[in-house]
């Protein structure tokens, strides 16, 4: 009965800000590892980084352009991937934007761009591929938010913390609706893992990188491809059929102190 919990073959899952480089990376590369197929989505004109992460997966992927701030764009995106593979079983949506800066200095434009993507883009793929996925008697969800999401950190980003503050309860209401359909809704809230293009900026300080290590419990910092890309596989497949509406912190106990 406990066999086969973590396989994912014949399941087709959707990345959604895949490219080279990022989280959305990792997570492909883990679930093609486990048998899916994955249909990796970021930006129109992320197509390098897109065949890049094709390439670094080594199983079948196809590609997509997305933008996750146009809900005609999400629609296009679902209707595409059940057009070309017949289903889809689950979603990572790790699309999203940062922007450092004193809110003092922050205009509304600029907050609202950063919620436009990490917030609303959340919802807006869980309200196009989570009904589908209902349809069908199973699916899931998992979103990105931050250990930052319930407290803040010490770089000014209110728009970013805010945003992913929303992230959990999205995943929370997305969960409550659609749980009786099959399909579950999480959210992975990783600390810093390794210099993405986002926390590049965090990383160019030796000294700031060891200091997020020195705050984990387990006093290093995440490795994306088994740290991260476990916990993706897990909520992606049978493993995790009774968990819904969590937020499972990939932080190495930063958040349990
Ligand atoms: N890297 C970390 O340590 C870390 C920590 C906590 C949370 N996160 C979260 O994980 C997610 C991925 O972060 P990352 O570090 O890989 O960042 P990243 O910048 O490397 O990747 C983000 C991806 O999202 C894409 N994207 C941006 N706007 C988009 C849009 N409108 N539509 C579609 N795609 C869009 C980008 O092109 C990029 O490929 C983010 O939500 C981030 O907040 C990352």
Redo the contacts with the bound molecule.
Sequence with gaps: MVTGLFDLDGRVAVV????A??????AARALTAHGATVAL???PG?GV?LAETAAACGGTTTAYA?????EV?VRELAEQVLARHGRVDAVV??????LRKEVAETTVEEFERIV???LT?TWVVGREFGPRMAEAGWGRVIN?????AERVGPVPESA?YAS?AGVVNVTRSLAAELGRSGVTVNA???????P????APLAESPDRLSWFAERTMLGRL?D?DTDFGGPVVFLASPASSYVTGQVLYVDGGWSAW
């Design positions: 959604i800000g895949a490219a480089g990022g989280l959305g990376e990792r989505a970021d930006l992320a980084g997305v933008d996750v701030t146009s764009s949506n790790a699309a999203g934007v940062m436009r993507v990490n883009g990105l938010t931050t250990v930052y970013y992913k992975l809230a990783p600390a810093v893992f390794y993405t293009a986002m926390t995440g994306p």
